[in-house]
């Protein structure tokens, strides 16, 4: 059993969390229009379920088709997979498990939301394959860990906005930016078997980078909101994630602490819903 939840991540919960902040960011949205009711809470909880099971279910297929890669590189050569404490056959029964729950509960939405919520399917089984051709997988995983963000605003909505589509970009910055300090962490043993990601191919400008990234991110927050209500004064809150996570970057020069730092981006969406909360409930 320890192994099955080593192989669904399920001791870190950064990952199911990071996706489930998107789908809540949508969810905040929506009461800048609507108001609060049961159905708001129960679709915030199915988002919640639904990023456990899919993150999981994607942690396992990245881990069959990077299952020989995994061997090579010292912080993956243990996994359940990589190192065969379990085998090809029960990932994928766990797999399609998973997909089967994740289904059931998308289909507690409307229809536009099942089917739109679909349309995404090629890209997710695509991203593990975009670090053998593309130093951008970032961009890739961001596309797809954000869609929760549309998802959510369609489960409630008949069409989408400007400003629900600059808040899924938001979200599609915020992502290329922690996912590139997570791939600090593989930087040596990725030039060795010639696997691509954007802390390669930066370098030196990698902290250059990361500042523009989630300056450009809270910007596309900040305007979303200004588009939905006049209520601008709550927007310096804003602030405040955006100066901790650079003064988060800034010491990681020395630290060298990657993984820590990509683990805060937590409290960053976290601290980005509390203020579309905020906003929403106030409007």
Avoid: H
Avoid at 134 to 144: D, F, H, K, R
């Amino acid at each position: 059993m320890k192994n099955y939840i080593y192989l669904m991540r399920l001791d870190k919960p950064t990952g199911f969390l990071l996706l489930f902040w998107p789908c809540s960011w949508g969810m905040a949205y929506n009461l800048n229009y609507l108001q609060i009711s049961y159905q708001w809470f129960y679709f915030l909880f199915l988002f919640f379920i639904g990023s456990i099971l899919m993150r999981s279910a994607g942690c396992i297929y990245n881990d069959i088709v990077d299952k020989e890669i995994d061997k090579k590189v010292e912080r993956t050569k243990n996994r359940p997979l990589a190192s065969g404490k379990v085998s090809l056959r029960n990932a994928w029964i766990l797999i399609l498990t998973l997909c089967f729950l994740s289904l059931i509960i998308l289909f507690q939405f409307n229809i536009k939301t099942i089917f739109f919520s679909l349309s995404i399917i090629f890209i997710v089984l695509l991203y593990p394959f975009a670090k053998r051709f593309t130093y951008w997988p970032q961009l890739i995983l961001g596309v797809v860990f954000n869609f929760g963000i549309l998802l959510s605003w369609l489960s409630l909505n008949e069409s989408f906005i400007t400003g629900i589509i600059l808040l899924y970009l938001s979200g599609i910055f915020w992502t290329v930016g922690y996912d590139t300090i997570y791939a600090l962490q593989d930087i040596v043993d990725d030039k060795k078997i010639g696997v691509k990601s954007l802390a390669l191919l930066l370098d030196k400008k990698i902290y250059q980078f990361l500042y523009l990234i989630y300056t450009v991110q809270i910007l596309l927050v900040i305007s979303s909101l200004l588009l939905a209500n006049n209520f601008s004064e709550i927007l310096f809150l804003l602030s405040i994630p955006y100066l901790l996570i650079l003064r988060k970057i800034y010491l990681m020069r020395n630290s060298k602490n990657y993984l820590e730092v990509f683990q805060y981006n937590n409290y960053f969406g976290f601290l980005i819903l509390l203020i579309l909360l905020s906003v929403g409930i106030f409007n």
